[in-house]
Structures are given as C-alpha cells and as structure tokens.
C-alpha cells in the first residue's frame, strides 16, 4: 500500500478511507495484512482525487461517476459525459423559457449530441440570461464563433485521449476541463488586448 501510495500521490490513510468506502477496489490479497495493487488502482486514485481535489465534488457525487466509469455496458463516451455533467452545478436561478430555448435551437444546428435540457445547457441559457441582465446582451453571430471555437478546443482535447483507459479517460476530460479553463480565459484576455492595442494604435497613427 506505501507503494500504491507514493504513486497515487495520496496518503495511506485517505487510501485505506477509500477503500472501507468502496471507492476502490480492494488489491489482490498476498497475505493476512498484504495486498498486490496494479496500474488500475493507481488510476482509480489518481480519478477520485481529480474528482475531490480538483472538481471539489462530494463522495456521494464521486460515487455516481464511478458507477458510470465501471458500467461496462456503457461506452467511454457516457462515463465521460457523466462527470462532466457532474462538473456542472445547477444555475442558481431558474434559466428564462427564451433562453433555453435558444440553447435548444444551437444544439440542433450544430447536432451536438448532448440533453437539450441537460445541466450545461441549462447553465449556458443562465448565463445569456445573466448578460441579457447586465445589458451585455450576446449576439447569435458572436455566440456562433464562440461554438465553433468551443468546437474546435473539444477536438483537440479529445484528440489527445487515445489508448487511455476509463478511469484514465474519465480523469484527462476532468483535469483538462478545470485546469485548462484558466488557461482559455487568460488567452482570451490576452488576445483581447493585444487586438485592442493594435487597433487604437492603429486608429492613433492614421
């Protein structure tokens, strides 16, 4: 267990918590106090910590992912999409009909194979709702050169995940999604200035 422990990352004791709670798997019983662990358990660790740490989910929502990731009788597509549905929290606010609607129009154009009505598009139609609110109100032709760009992101996010495992698949869309998110903003904010700068120098110099 020290050695599953030392590369997982995490403590003895938060391993041994995992395992009384059925999060992972017990290891292949080698003696009365001993257990061989494999790269399976190492991935299942290193998936519930990405789950707790990283996402901040409760265990009873960890346990809905995995129950997803083991399901055998479901494709890697269905265990990945179901943590990040669990990703999502609900919107605080109940999104306006008008909204969701719109969300609805944009996932049927594009036949994005995701619930109409699921919990991201019900935080993206909160979200229009909250700029309409703040007389920031997003556009169709903005918003459709922010789905081609979210598009384009998904294809090379999930380009990068051949020959992975479940829990090893399920833990790359987890991590990439929250740890690339800072990095997507902050590029936006750059590229924002540099076009900003570059037009007023522009218009400054003419």
Known sequence: MSELSERSGVPVPTVKYYLREGLLPPGEATGATRARYDERHVERLRLIRALVDVAGMSLARVRTVLATVDDDTLALDAAIGSAH????PDPATEPSVAAQERVARLVRRHRWRVEAGGRHARALAAALDAMDAAGQP???DVLEVYVRAAADIARAD????????REGATTYAVLG????????VSLRRMAQESLARRRLSGATTG
């Open 138 to 140: 997003l556009g169709d």
């Open 177 to 184: 999604t929250l740890l690339t998110e800072p990095v997507l």
């Open 85 to 88: 549905t669990e990703l999502s």
């Open 158 to 165: 999930l380009s990068s995940m051949g020959g992975l495992t």
